[in-house]
């Protein structure tokens, strides 16, 4: 098999289970477009294993001995900007969702998602969505809700307003595509004038936006 590295987009992955690291790296590097550069069961030389790896996205486990996933992230967007962070979790507390999405996490994904929703979520991600496990959605809809700003007009259109209320849901970009029936090269252009009138540069930000001012 003729393996295109060069072509693949490079994940890394930060776990303390083993076997959960074996298994993450083998369906990355059995599924198109994804090779995996690193598996690390720990994240206390976090920043010199990015620099060394040059990740395209950073796969982060939120509970590990040392420096846990919420303080990794909060260090990698210190150090390296916007490279996509998703946690991956086997627990749904409010507090561990929120404290990820504050760090800057692009997506909260439980380890129970299947194969199929992961890898989609790792594309979604790596095209500046934000991908999230349906429940753990809602959970971050009703936490932001309970404390939420009064609204203020962003002059969306009611289209625009239904496609951010996809991403609230955790939609994929293709999946608003397909329940809108329209382009998925629509959706982005919908999803990019949505960020201009918001002030965002993110899906992350644009749905905690969404959610804490009752955009939708």
Known sequence: ?????PMASRIIIFDDNQERLNSVSMLLNLSDGFVCTG????????LANI???????????????????????????????????IIQTNFEED??????????ANGYLLKKTSPERFIESLREA??????????????????????AASKKD?????????????????????LIAAECDIA??????HIRNIYDKLYVN???EAVSLAIRERLV
């Open 1 to 5: 098999m003729l393996l295109m590295y």
């Open 39 to 46: 598996t690390f069961p720990n994240a206390n030389n976090l």
């Open 51 to 85: 620099t060394e790896s040059k990740p395209d996205l950073v796969l982060m486990d939120i509970d590990m001995p040392g420096i846990n996933g919420i303080d990794a992230t909060i260090l990698i967007r210190r150090h390296f900007g916007a490279l996509p962070v």
């Open 95 to 104: 507090e561990r969702i929120f404290g990820s999405l504050q760090a800057g």
């Open 126 to 147: 790596l095209e500046g969505g934000a991908p999230m496990t349906g429940s753990i959605a809602t959970k971050v809809l009703r936490y932001f809700s309970a404390d």
């Open 154 to 174: 962003y002059h969306l259109t009611e289209r625009e307003k239904h496609i951010l209320g996809f991403l609230v849901k955790g939609y994929s970009y293709k």
């Open 184 to 189: 998925y090269n629509t959706v982005n252009n």
């Open 202 to 204: 993110s899906a992350t």
